[in-house]
């Protein structure tokens, strides 16, 4: 029976700049997704009868609703496959702190499956499979740190400073129906090009001040992270929150920053990584 165990890393927005509403519903973006070496790790066993199981991980979220199952059941559907899986995952990464653990997780099971169940299927297969389950899955199928835009399935591949980040958690979750319905929420209508993005002097997250107006809990956190010694840029959130990240450019200063956290939040330290572990 093939087995095989993926690491499924987290990830960062440098900016999010949301650039229009589309007709659907959703809306036009422009963001640099940035890889991190914080990963869940998930694992993975074939199964003869179609079966898709989650073993182990995610007890708080009902099957039917982990996109680890539902990316499976997807892929499964796609290609009638005939075999299934039992799945566990060791969860690291936050939920619902912008920090895309969901669709990485998402997309990691696809590839995963792609191998154990001999798909033989390309990346741009994998990718429209993801972009069903959500926007943010394909960047983790293509797996490296990338300008993206339209709802964030345009990719381009960049090779980006591989600085040490202090990402913080304020411990809340805030839904993104929640901020792209929100009064608050900004747009910057520019729009920029990926050679635009070294020179950009305002690397700010538009879903901030929405987010800020739900969890205030941010602004402080990005407070403190600006009160650091020896790091790189403004503080910023990430995603539609709630988490919040600066870089620095020595691991040791992360780590002395993340030391001086209060007691009330979760940080950890990680380093830019530019092609997924996955």
Not at 81 to 91: A, F, P, T, Y
Not at 108 to 120: G, I, K, S
Not at 122 to 135: E, F, H, S, V, Y
Not at 168 to 173: C, L, Y
């Amino acid at each position: 029976m093939a087995e095989a165990s993926y690491f499924s890393p987290a990830k960062i927005n440098l900016f999010l700049h949301i650039t229009s509403k589309r007709a659907d519903g959703y809306h036009n973006l422009q963001t640099v997704f940035q890889l991190l070496d914080f990963c869940d790790e998930i694992s993975f066993s074939a199964r003869q009868d179609r079966q898709i199981n989650r073993i182990k991980g995610n007890e708080d979220i009902p099957a039917e609703d982990d996109l680890l199952i539902k990316s499976a059941r997807a892929l499964q559907k796609y290609s009638n496959s005939s075999l299934g899986v039992d799945i566990s995952i060791d969860k690291k990464i936050p939920t619902g702190g912008g920090l895309g653990g969901g669709s990485s997780n998402a997309a990691t099971v696809l590839l995963a499956l792609n191998e154990l169940w001999q798909l033989n299927l390309d990346q741009q297969t994998l990718a429209d499979i993801g972009l069903t389950l959500g926007a943010d899955v394909p960047v983790f199928v293509f797996g490296r740190s990338a300008w993206a835009q339209g709802i964030g399935e345009i990719l381009e591949p960049m090779d980006l400073p591989q600085y040490y980040y202090l990402v913080v958690s304020i411990n809340k979750h805030i839904s993104t129906a929640e901020i792209f319905s929100h009064k608050a929420l900004t747009m910057t209508p520019v729009q920029r090009k990926i050679a635009d993005f070294s020179r950009l002097s305002d690397l700010h997250n538009d879903c901030l001040d929405a987010a800020i107006s739900l969890q205030n809990e941010i602004k402080q956190a990005l407070k403190h992270l600006d009160s650091t010694a020896n790091h790189l840029h403004n503080a910023r959130m990430t995603g539609t929150g709630c988490c919040v990240f600066v870089a620095f450019e020595k691991e040791k200063d992360a780590l002395v920053a993340k030391k001086q956290l209060p007691e009330q939040w979760f940080g950890f330290v990680a380093q830019a990584i530019n092609t997924s572990p996955a």
